[in-house]
């Protein structure tokens, strides 16, 4: 059986990418900081008839990251399918939000710490068993502004940017290897009550674009637009 790890998991996105490969046959393996609300989250999969365990982790210690991939690889046999879409939905210390003149180190390296450079341990976790065995696929999501970025976010985008070129050029490098990377960039806000002017989406109506660029394999990225 074939399994997914979703790094980042929470009641939102990460559920629902679980719930849309898990009714397909995938084990599911959760990852994010918080063992009780993993626990939780697979606790409901189950009763769905999908099985699925969480494994805690911090994308910013990446020594924890490596080691839960590890450990659901142990638990499962396999990670056919990496996941990659940590969200800060609290405050967290060195997070803020910058202009691009006013982008400074100090506040764009917990950007690049928490997206790219937790992004790229998480495939290095993974990825020499999916050459192995001459298949896999690597999914990274950022928002819509590492497409088309927006002043408020400049230190944002700026990481989210770094993340998406990266991933593209794994995709080119792993090209003849089996293995697939792509980039999702979800250009709306997720919910409702989102800011005027900005479409909105459920994360029901976004997940099926994960499984599609799984199954077909033939681009590296892909913009959801509301």
Do not use: C
Not at 48 to 65: K, N, P, Q, T, Y
Not at 186 to 192: F, L, P, Q
């Amino acid at each position: 059986m074939s399994t997914i790890a979703i790094v980042g998991a929470g009641p939102g996105m990460g559920l629902a990418i679980a719930r849309t490969f898990g009714s397909r046959g995938f084990n599911v393996a959760l990852i994010a900081r918080t063992k009780d609300k993993l626990d939780a989250l697979a606790e409901q999969l189950a009763g769905e008839g999908i099985m699925a365990e969480g494994f805690a982790a911090d994308v910013l210690d990446r020594f924890s990251l490596t080691a839960a991939l590890d450990a659901a690889k142990e638990r499962f046999g396999t990670i056919d399918v990496l996941e990659y879409s940590p969200a800060p939905h609290s405050p967290v210390p060195g997070f803020t939000m910058a202009v691009p003149s006013e982008v400074t180190v100090e506040n764009l390296q917990p950007q690049i710490e928490y997206t790219l450079y937790g992004a790229v341990a998480a495939a290095r976790a993974v990825l020499p068993a999916m050459r192995a065995a001459g298949a896999g696929t690597l999914l990274f999501t950022t928002g819509g502004g590492s497409v088309d970025p927006l002043p408020m976010l400049g230190n944002v985008n700026a990481a989210a940017g770094a993340l998406r070129n990266w991933v593209i050029n794994l995709n080119k490098e792993l090209s003849d290897s089996g293995v697939h990377a792509a980039h999702v960039a979800i250009n709306a806000w997720i919910g409702e009550g989102g800011p005027d002017g900005i479409s909105t989406a459920t994360p029901q109506e976004i997940a099926p674009l994960y499984w599609e660029l799984h199954e077909a394999r033939n681009r590296a990225e892909a913009v959801f637009h509301g």
